[in-house]
């Protein structure tokens, strides 16, 4: 059966975001969902393009009406993707990516088995630490804290149909069209 729902995971500052746009301009069929958040808009965030920015308390509401279909905690944030968001992406005919966190994407795999998760690594940990200290948007703090997550995330590849190494942008974009191409089929 044609499969049209893809999880795109890794660790912050694995570039799964720059990947994805690289794919996105290959696949032009291709979208991502919205998240919804309570973590504030950084600069340049839109609202409703970026993620649906929330208070704890819409946050916690939508989890009580079942509006999610996974969220996590990350870092002091909460995080998760919409039901509404895949079904209105499914309905257009798109073929829908979710760009998550590892928890968050097995909490996936358990609800849409059918989905195909793509797990992009960093070539090492201190290339990690510096792709995420170059952003400069979070704290020295924020940034001690997502490598800790991350290497508890790196612990997981094994759960994730494939894995592909982010070193050359280029060669990994077209690694991770080649396995939406193939998986679309
Ligand atoms: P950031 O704060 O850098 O935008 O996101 C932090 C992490 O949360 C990233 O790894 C991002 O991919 C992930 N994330 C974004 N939206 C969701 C979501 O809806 N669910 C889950 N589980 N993770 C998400």
Known sequence: MRNNLFILSGPSGSG???????????????????????????EGEVDGVDYYFVSVKEFERKIRNDELVEFVKYGDHYYGTLRSEIERLKK??????LIIEVRGAL???????????IFILPPSMDVLRQRIENRGQNSVEETEKRLRIAEQELLQ????????????LDVCVNEVADIIRKGVQ
């Open 157 to 168: 590849k094994g759960f994730y149909d494939h894995c592909v190494i982010n070193d050359d």
């Open 16 to 42: 799964k975001n720059t990947v994805y746009d690289g794919v996105a301009a290959l696949i032009p069929e291709i979208a991502q969902t919205v998240s919804v958040t309570t973590r504030p808009p950084r």
């Open 92 to 97: 257009a005919g798109k073929i829908v990516v």
């Open 107 to 117: 909490n996936v795999k358990r609800v849409f088995p059918e989905a195909e998760s």
